[in-house]
């Protein structure tokens, strides 16, 4: 196989966007927090929410001794609320079972509320240095075209981190450097529309390239349409109690004119589910505890 980490950690020193998470000294939490944001959300709309959140919360204690309400308010337009209340869950976690400091072992990550093989390792990598493949979709796209000649990832599966971890470089340093680099690369680079292959520095390695860039297809799962789902009606519902205040509102006030009312009241309901909201009778909040 060509050397992909050497031109890869090269390219990267010189291009990588400059971003909070990646300043040195940022620390775990604040690695940790951006990395539950930055799930299916742009880099753009998670900058200045971070900011806020680790101005507010500097540490997983100070999180933890909040409400989930709070936590669910100053989420605001992130999408994917249920991802506020598991960072406040971990927060608690982490405060009780690790004297307030964010684990770097990756099982002590994974048992965690809300963290996946994705985050455990991202934050075992970028916080701790540990080496670790992380493999995020950016990562899988590199991998698929550069090293399996294919336009497009196939469904995720543990091939995906044998597969970068062929490739991470010996040395822990480098090998953190490579995993950031792959995801730049997908990000900025290798994207999934318009790939900018002439700015790429893996170009005369790449397997994709060097068969003509075939179309082999496409497995990636497709998103639901936002606009008129139930994930808009939940959207609706939370951004009215978040400027509802503590008391909350009576339920027959949530989204009045919504024009599907099954909608709103399965909205309500799996919102509860979730305990993304505490519906309490007549009236319904954000949660309280």
Known sequence: MPDLATPLIGWYRTNARDLPWRHPGFGAWG???SEFMLQQTQVSRVIPRLDEWLRRWPDPAALAADSPAEAVRLWANLGYPRRAIWLHRAAAQIR???DGVVPRDVEALLALSGIGDYTARAVAVFAYGDRHPVVDTNTRRV?????AGRAQPGPPGRRDLAAMDALLPPDDAEAAVLNAAT???GATV???RAPKC???PIAHACAWRAAGYPDTGDDRRRQARYEGSDRQARGAVLRRLRDAGADGIRTDTVLPDWPDSHQRDRALATLADDGLID???AFVRLPRA
Request: aromatic share 0%; proline share 0%.
């Open 31 to 33: 690695v940790l927090v």
């Open 198 to 200: 002439d700015a790429c």
């Open 96 to 98: 009780d079972r690790h």
């Open 143 to 147: 991998i698929a075209r550069a090293v």
């Open 183 to 185: 995801m730049e690369l």
């Open 190 to 192: 290798c994207t999934a």
């Open 279 to 281: 519906l309490d009778g």
